[in-house]
């Protein structure tokens, strides 16, 4: 890249410095990679299609954005005037469907595995993979120091305008995105002296991270990093009832879905101190514009949660909602400078588990496209963390709630367990929100375990008189 081709240079966000070492340090883990796969049936006009990709990227600055790391103290992202992007195809249709599954998933492998060089500008790749004469699986792969969840989805409806508009001659027009750089220099204004000492006290004791030994299998034969998914979903039904739940007491549904995971957390732990990773949006409320914004926001924050069993649960909910709340207020900060003010030593992580409420906006192009495509499937993102063992809330109209883990330290069952009693817990709280916390009443899977022992025993005894008699 040219000099004459640079637009501006500015300083990473600390999110973003964190996410840059971590890439660069473990090359092979494709950590803080995404791919976002959506099934596409129509005639679909490949030229617009690419072109509003090409608008998209030429609109944003963040997706023209290269890392300048080598021979400096701070690394910088440098942004260019302009970049060209292309659109990868294949064409797969004479094969058979087996074969285009085991083609697709080998391509999703190798896609994850294809190392992204953060020294050249647009952090992504865009593939068209034509499976029928009017379907096509199409994979937008990206990076996430340069967008989040929130950001994508502002991507993709802009996108779906733009190439609407082409396909029918139109221009279409939006308001200017206030620029990622005002995040950056709004970062500079920051009293980082007062950060640190919120959280200095906030974490104040705590020396390592809250074990998960409990309810790990030292028995699993997976050697090589591998991690699973399972999921349920909420009836519509249950769904409402839940948001009803918690605009009737005031409360969030991060702060309920907070609660439950602490309570679980805590009763696999054995302990009534806690602390976990809680994933914000990291979009700051003082800052004009900001849910236009595209860039890289989110942000993993540690909780550490103290649940006193004598306390009323809606009260002690109400407490978390609060904590909650001052947490906002240095969502900012990266985990690397907060690590750095505990007692937990940098060989140790701050927590091996994280809550993450997913909270993007509405898009209203992809829920009611009148193109000449059809979005028939929207395949989830694929992403990897870091950490074991993770709950994912998706606040659709039926609520998806997920966890993914690390299958050389959980077994299914035990997933499965806790996905089990994340249900009757909800459940329990909805019908008694008054109760004390020592006062819930849910079995953990080692409970459940010896349960089902209890009562095989006591099956097996019922059946040795009735044998007798």
């Not at 060209?84 to 080998?106: F, T, V």
């Not at 294809?114 to 004469?133: E, G, K």
């Amino acid at each position: 890249m040219k000099a004459e081709n640079i637009e501006d240079i500015y300083k990473l966000t600390p999110v973003q410095e964190g996410m840059l070492f971590h890439s660069l340090y473990e090359r092979e883990s494709s950590l803080y990679f995404f791919h976002v796969p959506i099934g596409l049936r129509g005639n679909l006009n490949i030229e617009a299609f690419e072109e509003a990709w090409q608008k998209v990227v030429d609109r944003h600055a963040i997706w023209r954005t290269a890392f300048y790391w080598e021979d400096i103290d701070n690394p910088l992202q440098v942004v260019y005037k302009k970049v060209e992007i292309s659109l990868n195809q294949y064409d797969w249709r004479g094969l058979e469907r087996a074969e285009q599954e085991e083609r697709l998933k080998s391509f999703y492998e190798s896609d994850r595995k294809l190392y992204f060089d953060f020294s050249q500008p647009c952090l992504m790749r865009l593939t068209l993979i034509r499976l029928a004469d009017d379907y096509y699986e199409f994979v937008w792969s990206f990076h996430h120091i340069i967008t989040d969840g929130w950001s994508s989805a502002i991507i993709l409806d802009e996108c779906l305008q733009i190439y609407e508009a082409l396909c029918e001659g139109k221009e279409v027009r939006f308001t200017s995105n206030r620029p990622f750089r005002d995040y950056i220099d709004w970062l500079q204004e920051q009293n980082i002296a007062k950060t640190e000492n919120f959280w200095r006290q906030t974490l104040a004791g705590i020396k390592a991270p809250t074990p998960l030994s409990y309810i790990e299998n030292k028995q699993l034969p997976f050697q090589e990093e591998r991690y699973d998914q399972e999921k349920f979903k909420l009836s519509e039904a249950s769904t409402k009832a839940l948001l009803s739940f918690t605009a009737q007491n005031r409360l969030t549904l991060a702060t309920l879905v907070n609660g439950i995971w602490s309570i679980l957390l805590s009763r696999y732990t054995c302990r009534n101190n806690i602390v976990y990773g809680c994933t914000v949006t990291g979009r700051p409320v003082d800052l004009a514009e900001v849910d236009s914004m595209v860039g890289v926001f989110i942000n993993t924050l540690p909780m550490n949660v103290k649940l006193n069993t004598e306390q009323q649960l809606l009260s002690w909910l109400q407490d978390l909602q609060t904590q909650l709340v001052e947490v906002r207020h240095h969502e900012y900060t990266s985990l690397t400078q907060i690590q750095g003010w505990s007692e937990v030593p940098r060989d140790l992580p701050m927590f091996e588990t994280f809550v993450v409420v997913e909270n993007v906006p509405d898009s209203q192009s992809v829920r009611s496209w009148k193109g000449n495509v059809e979005i028939v499937a929207d395949k989830g993102e694929y992403f990897r963390t870091n950490y074991p063992l993770n709950l994912v809330i998706y606040p659709e109209s039926e609520m998806i709630v997920a966890i993914s883990y690390d299958c050389r330290r959980f077994d299914i069952a035990t997933i499965t367990g806790i996905i089990t009693e994340f249900k009757i817990l909800l459940q329990y709280i909805m019908t008694n929100p008054l109760v004390k916390i020592k006062d819930l009443s849910f079995l953990t899977p080692k409970q459940q375990q010896i349960s089902t022992a209890l009562e095989k025993e006591a099956a097996l005894f019922d059946w040795g008189l009735a044998v007798i008699s």
